[in-house]
């Protein structure tokens, strides 16, 4: 062969083994640590075995805020990923982003990808639509707040978890009386004993519908039903009946233990528990509710993440994160995500399929968060919460509530603060973002 017919090969192999004829590169930057951040990586290896024409690229950037304050600070130093991970109460935050989003739904319209809002969960997918019922994010990890017990200290107590709360008295002074040393503890106690309290009782915790008709909303956490409900927690903590483990999810080992003999938290706690518990079996019950203020209760909210598709990529990049979507929201990787991590099935073909498989028979108690988003239609104050610099006002929530438990504040001193302080955020989030 002469040295030109070589040369010429040479090039034409170094042209086709170029970067140009490389796989598409999308970034996905998630809060999934531990066995969930494995379960994330296994999500995105199966879409890249699949197919070769996109790589998706999951990085974990530790917990919720550190993940989605980094996908904001990225976005300015227009270094952002294709899709980020962000928690339920970042939603206004995304929203007032202006020119930062590509809403899922134009997303999906834009690319010809095939795509049916209805074929999700209305109760997970209203808190992440706009005023005319178009989805602005995907839908992914998904839960909601259920009531753990202890099986054993029940049997032996000779008593059934607590439908309501007027009953919680009787069955955690027979489960004090034999051997429990902590009736209940909470976990994320804004979500559970605010947020979702309120939903349940069909009471809104703001104006404008929580925030979803205007950003001028006010809070309403200081309301009786409220304050009733925070005031009895703190007369359970004095007896025994309830323990403050923290913030997020820091109680669980109260549970773990067998200290406390329940445990309100999410339903995607359900895989902690079931690996962590070794010396009794739990059973999963819904939230307890007052029948005194509701004669059937409203259905629960959800609280973990969607995925947000960030703005300033080429259109090759959002082809591929558009075939993602469509790859991760069928029914067989759903229902085994739901099925791993106690998430719900954010659509009805993976319900449909895990019942079809006999997960909920050979795993019960795992159908009732899903059947108590579902039993009822959402109400204005049960679609979900929709209000701006929430994450900070959850943080003031969490200290007032803090001064309630170590007998600094009354409930309603407390509650009051709360409003004051939270009204004062929500009026800074409106301001900038008319």
């Known amino acids: 062969m002469k040295l030109g017919q070589l040369a010429a ?11 140009s004829y490389a796989a598409t590169e999308i970034e996905w930057w998630h809060a999934m640590g531990g066995n969930l951040g494995e379960k994330v990586n296994e999500i995105a290896d199966k879409f890249n075995a699949s197919q070769s024409d996109y790589v998706v690229k999951p990085v974990y950037k530790g917990n919720y805020t550190e993940t989605m304050t980094g996908a904001v600070a990225a976005f300015r130093a227009k270094q952002q990923p294709e899709i980020v991970q962000v928690f339920e109460v970042g939603t206004a935050t995304m929203m007032g982003a202006k020119g930062a989003i590509y809403p899922v739904y134009q997303l999906m319209e834009d690319t010809k990808t095939e795509f049916d809002p209805a074929a999700y969960l209305a109760s997970v997918t209203g808190y992440y639509t706009d005023s005319d019922g178009n989805m602005l994010s995907m839908p992914f990890n998904s839960s909601t707040p259920v009531l753990y017990y202890n099986k054993d200290l029940f049997a032996k107590a000779g008593v059934e978890p607590p439908k309501t ?8 002074d027979k489960l004090l009386a034999n051997g429990a040393k902590c009736g209940f503890t909470t976990g994320w106690q804004s ?16 104006t404008a519908n929580n925030g979803f008709d205007s950003t001028d909303a006010k809070l309403l956490i200081n309301d009786k039903i409220f304050v009733d409900h925070i005031a009895q927690l703190a007369e359970w903590q004095k007896d025994g009946t309830f323990k403050y483990g923290g913030r997020r999810s820091d109680s669980a080992p109260l549970f773990y233990s067998g200290e406390c003999a329940m445990y309100i938290n999410s339903s995607a706690s359900y895989a902690g528990i079931k690996g962590n518990v070794k010396d009794f079996e739990f059973g999963v019950s819904p939230l307890p509710y007052y029948s005194s203020k509701i004669k059937t209760p409203q259905n629960s909210i959800i609280g973990g993440a969607t995925l947000w598709v960030l ?11 558009a075939k993602f979507f469509k790859f991760m929201s069928s029914a067989e990787n759903q229902a085994d995500w739901h099925q791993f991590t106690g998430y719900l ?10 019942k079809k498989q006999g997960f909920y028979n050979e795993n019960p108690g795992t159908d009732v968060a899903i059947v108590q988003m579902t039993s009822v239609e959402p109400t204005p104050a049960s679609k979900g919460i929709r209000l701006g610099n929430f994450v900070q006002i959850r943080d003031v929530i969490n200290e007032e509530l803090e001064n309630v438990w170590s007998g600094e504040s009354s409930a ?23």
Do not use: C
Not at 165 to 171: G, K, L, P
Not at 314 to 320: E, F, P, T, V
Not at 345 to 354: E, F, G, M, V
């Open 9 to 19: 090969l040479t090039s034409v192999s170094l042209l086709l083994a170029s970067p």
């Open 311 to 321: 703005q300033g990529h080429d259109k090759k990049d959002y082809d591929g994160v």
């Open 412 to 434: 309603q001193d407390a509650m009051d603060k709360v409003v004051k302080r939270g009204n004062a955020l929500l009026a800074k989030f409106a301001k900038a973002n008319k």
């Open 191 to 206: 979500w559970t004993q605010i947020e979702n309290f309120g939903a349940r009782h069909n009471a809104p915790i703001a």
């Open 165 to 172: 709360w007027e009953e919680m008295d009787a069955v955690a």
């Open 345 to 354: 099935p954010i659509t009805h073909a993976a319900y449909d399929l895990s």
